[in-house]
């Protein structure tokens, strides 16, 4: 999930105090009405060292009555709190009913810091994972508001933050030995992250990432995340309590939109490549997947490629130059519609289960187990439980698969509003596309903007090391088939180098 | 979970007769209600080798209309099953809306027979109890119900079967060497079951553990679980759908009172020791205890006691006896009260969090975390939902206790009714002793019969290897003095010797 992240979002100065006093206030409202209301409220902060749980903190209590709540740092453990099962210092200091509990860093420091120093053994992991989301989902179902969040920077920025605080003395101790370990091998201690955002991205506790170079940026979104949860649970409760007067409309929704992920904005759709390139890069590159298709079958290793992508976006030339030179007893491709009245009468993954491939074949499915957390989230046709339980759903069948051995790659064909309007009509005007395109394909155009939002929350949520999303820059379509093909060489290249080092 | 089944529970023919007649009919309408509500329905049959499984599901379809089920036997995976993850082939054969799948044997296997058989891996066993959680969430949140059915056994049941079986030449091939091997081995098989159970003992989808040996008994019990469960869905479907009326009450409340667990009359109360047998074995006990007590500290082992019981029941006497040699920096007893204003603003398991022992140290509860399933579940203190989550939860939080290395041990005190009449009488009539009986007390004793059900139900959902609870026969009060202080000993001991062998 984290790979994917839009580091350089930023918010201008003008801006920021315009948005904060809004969020302030809103905020402060917020706490007495969860007061009144008799709402616990936990705030873990993890994130990397140096992205500034500290500083987000002080932020986020400006706008708090410090009656009403309490900050716990989380350090290593002290001698007395080692005498205890880990959990027990968190059971400890939890919330009472209408008061705020927040946490600089939390119980995720077993499975992150301790788990990379080697005090949690790798054997343990499963276990504290287990004991992690029992413990949250014990504190939700009690009626605890938990939120969670997320500070990400990446390597270069952390290296940068160091240095400048080792540059003075004041602020030289602050940067420990363990952190440039940690910065040193930032890549295995961000796939300990990876794992555990996949773990515990759960309905009842979802984690809210925050891209978190830019400190103003990183606080506004922080105050929407914040904001957004415990107005949805103060709707919640005073709806249970027979209350049906609404908690007031949120002033956040538009601030979302802004602080959203933007991971399809950062495509670089200019990138292309010229005929000549495209058809000697094509024959190369079908040579080694015709060759490569036929390792998979000989070595047992099943293959699912997911194609997700704006209409007209080319999924299928793409999906019809991968598999071109391929033996087709060893592929099939499924396309995905509507589902039928059998499949409607089945949960929503059983077709996509019935699918999936054997070991040494490959299953492309054209559109995906993903409509659930797009088309059937916007048009309505699941509840907004159904969507977000969703993302954990679709991640552990993900798992189960890669976990039995399976390659799993999902592809998103990005294209801009405007070629796609450009290649609309390049079909109307074909009459042998024109079956391509229908009054449907228009209609979903008009509501660009609500997929783009579900779109890019959709590939942080289930961007995971296992099965990750490739967004594709597909305006020019030469460049698009291309970067598909040469994704799935080296996914097999690299599975088949795996094989042979562990022998 | 298992060592605590009362296996002689047993039908009387014509009790049977009568019985099944009544619960064939209300199945075979409760079928119809769900094709028309569309309910999907997944029955698993898991249970020891020659439990009966077979022969269950074969008395269960008899109620059923052909068309409406299908009946799926999982063997060892096929050649091609293999080439799929392991959840596949259920995901696979999942009912449609409106129809019954039973599996003869499930998803289970895997963590089962094949865990017994090294096929899976030691290391990889936590994984599959995380695929089978979230798939049995999923499909429950799905919409799916699923009751899970466990046929239980002993090891000379199990074997006797074997004999008879192996006796004729026409059920001779029935008895696989592997049946053979892991009735040798019933305690390792019976520990993995354990494991099982206690992992996944869910809310969305609980156990119903079936004492097997007699086979008509079992019969209706199977009966009566899938019938409660299914009234209880068409119930809910009907109240979500607005149609308020109701599903008709149900003809198995006395049944399942008659089929209920019977833990508790199955303690033998005529145990007892003499005076002079009581004090003997009482000051050798407590010196062994001083002794033992020390070591725990010196090696930092911590130790929870619960003491659970009928009032009167002699939790103080035995609690005392068993303190009164131990030194007293380092235990402490807990007595447990109604909740305060300050813990009920908190969660239930809060309070008792608070008051864990650290490493070394002894903490007992005079009452405890189970009166969320006793006291609060009878009075309606808290929602059907909360306290049918609580075994779980209470399961997880002394798992958490183990796991950090404690010793937990879990009393429950019985005497009869007349025994407890006497005692409350004796105690009005001693002045010294009034203020122990409240008019609370004699009106709880009319509640008999409920505590006892909830109380049954607890023992079988909360014994766990790691945690267990121990039945104390308690109308003779010596006797129940001397099994706690023996129990406890005996269980330090075990310890002791256990971390001896480790090194």
């Known amino acids: 999930m984290l790979e994917k992240l839009d580091l350089t979002k930023a918010l201008g100065k003008a801006e920021y105090k315009e948005k904060i006093t809004v969020?302030?206030?809103?905020?402060?409202?917020?706490?007495r009405e969860c007061k009144e209301l008799g709402i616990p409220v936990m705030i873990a902060f993890e994130g990397y060292d140096a992205a500034g749980k500290g500083v987000q903190i002080g932020h986020l209590i400006q706008a708090l009555d410090p009656r009403g709540f309490e900050v716990h740092a989380v350090k290593k453990e002290t001698q007395e709190e080692k005498f205890y099962p880990f959990l027990w210092r968190f059971w400890t200091k939890m919330p009472a009913e209408g008061r705020i509990c927040i946490y600089d860093s939390s119980w995720y420091r077993k499975v992150l810091k301790d788990r990379f120093d080697g005090k949690t053994k790798e054997k343990d992991v499963a276990a504290a994972?287990?004991?992690?989301?029992?413990?949250?989902e014990q504190v939700t179902d009690g009626g605890i508001v938990l939120i969670k969040i997320f500070l990400a920077i990446?390597?270069?920025e952390q290296k940068k933050r160091f240095k400048k605080l080792m540059r003075s003395k004041e602020t030289a101790w602050r940067v420990s030995e363990g952190d440039l370990k940690r910065n040193k091998q930032f890549d295995r201690y961000q796939m300990m992250h990876e794992e555990m955002l996949a773990q515990t991205d759960t309905?009842?506790?979802p984690w809210n990432i925050i891209e978190a170079v830019d400190r103003k940026f990183a606080t506004a979104k922080i105050y929407a995340a914040v904001i957004q949860t415990l107005e949805q649970k103060v709707k919640e409760v005073k709806k249970s309590r027979g209350n049906t007067e609404a908690a007031g409309e949120s002033n956040v929704a538009e601030d979302k939109t802004m602080l959203a992920e933007s991971i399809l904005t950062k495509a670089d759709l200019s990138l292309k490549y010229s005929k000549e390139e495209y058809k000697q890069r094509l024959k190369s590159l079908q040579k080694k997947m015709e060759k490569l298709h036929g390792e998979l079958y000989r070595r047992?290793?099943?293959m699912v490629l997911g194609f997700e992508g704006w209409d007209a976006g080319g999924k299928g030339g793409a999906i019809k130059r991968l598999t071109e030179h391929m033996d087709?007893?060893?592929y099939v491709v499924h396309p995905t519609a509507s589902p039928n009245e059998i499949e409607r009468a089945h949960h929503y993954l059983w077709r996509f289960w019935n699918d999936m491939p054997k070991a040494g074949h490959v299953t492309i499915?054209?559109?995906t187990w993903y409509g659930r957390v797009m088309v059937e989230r916007i048009e309505g046709f699941c509840s907004k439980k159904e969507w977000q339980r969703a993302y954990k759903e679709i991640n552990d069948m993900e798992r189960d698969l890669t976990d039995a051995g399976a390659i799993v790659i999902k592809f998103w064909l990005q294209i801009d509003r405007d070629e796609q309007e450009r290649r609309f009509k390049a079909r109307q005007e074909n009459p042998e596309k024109q079956w391509k395109i229908t009054d449907e394909d228009w209609r979903n155009r008009e509501k660009w903007e609500q997929y783009e939002e579900a779109v890019n929350e959709m590939l942080i949520r289930t961007s995971t090391p296992n099965a990750p999303w490739i967004v594709v820059e597909g305006n020019c379509k030469y460049y698009a088939r291309i970067k598909v093909l040469e994704t799935v060489v080296n996914a097999i290249e690299n599975r088949l180098k795996e094989e042979e080092k562990r022998g």
Chains 1, 2 share one sequence.
């Open 23 to 31: 969020l302030e206030g809103r905020l402060g409202r917020l706490q």
């Open 154 to 156: 990446d390597k270069k």
């Open 365 to 367: 499915f054209d559109r």
């Open 129 to 136: 994972f287990r004991s992690i989301c029992s413990f949250e």
């Open 300 to 302: 047992r290793i099943p």
């Open 328 to 330: 087709p007893r060893g």
């Open 203 to 205: 309905d009842y506790a």
